[in-house]
T-cell receptor
Framework: GNSVTQMEGPVTLSEEAFLTINCTYT??????LFWYVQYPGEGLQLLLK?????DKGSNKGFEATYRKETTSFHLEKGSVQVSDSAVYFC???????????FGTGTRLQVFP | EAQVTQNPRYLITVTGKKLTVTCSQN?????MSWYRQDPGLGLRQIYY???????DKGDVPEGYKVSRKEKRNFPLILESPSPNQTSLYFC?????????????FGPGTRLTVL
């Protein structure tokens, strides 16, 4: 079945450091890929998405590229801020369903 | 403001005492869904609904019920809660059938069953 694997956290960084959170997926067909972010005490918010191979999603300085050849959708940011501290979820939805399948989440902690 | 609301936000109850968590959205979305979030497991879908009076099981439906009598509301019912249902619950909604459609999430309901 479809699944998402993402790196375990927590990821601890200093402000202005480079961020990578790895995400790989298993899916039939051509899924859509997402990164959702959960700030403390809040629900999930869509951070970025990509719906086909080689698409790059970007938002708030974060980027991720849909790589079909490596079945990956790694999240990157060039310079993190303390306000980026949150839990990040990689997710996919198959072409014929609205269900989101989530990874286990990666907690990011950014220190000044 | 477009939003998904859930109530209550926090609930502590005892084993066997029926409870309902409400979910409401104001975006006219056909698709609504319930997830539970547990450490190390991410979010898992409990039930979903494609439209009014159309509901179906997700990946972890045991011990839960839902109903969809109106488009905007999608309550989650635990008829006889047990401690293994202690979790963080999220309701979500979206327009169905669109590749890459964003799902909008409520703020979450933290449930503790003693």
């Amino acid at each position: 079945g479809n699944s998402v694997t993402q790196m375990e956290g927590p990821v601890t960084l200093s402000e202005e450091a480079f961020l990578t959170i790895n995400c790989t997926y298993t899916a039939t067909g051509y899924p859509s890929l997402f990164w959702y972010v959960q700030y403390p005490g809040e629900g999930l918010q869509l951070l970025l998405k990509a719906t086909k191979a080689d698409d790059k999603g970007s938002n708030k300085g974060f980027e991720a590229t849909y790589r079909k050849e490596t079945t990956s959708f790694h999240l990157e940011k060039g310079s993190v801020q303390v306000s980026d501290s949150a839990v990040y979820f990689c997710a996919l939805s198959s072409y014929n369903t609205d269900k989101l399948i989530f990874g286990t989440g990666t907690r990011l902690q950014v220190f000044p | 403001e477009a939003q998904v609301t859930q109530n209550p936000r926090y609930l502590i109850t005892v084993t066997g005492k029926k409870l309902t968590v409400t979910c409401s959205q104001n975006m006219n979305h056909e698709y609504m869904s319930w997830y539970r979030q547990d450490p190390g497991l991410g979010l898992r879908q409990i039930y979903y609904s494609m439209n009014v009076e159309v509901t179906d099981k997700g990946d972890v439906p045991e011990g839960y019920k839902v109903s969809r009598k109106e488009k905007r509301n999608f309550p989650l019912i635990l008829e006889s809660p047990s401690p293994n249902q202690t979790s963080l619950y999220f309701c979500a909604s979206s327009f169905p059938g669109l590749a890459g459609a964003e799902q909008f999430f409520g703020p979450g309901t933290r449930l503790t069953v003693l």
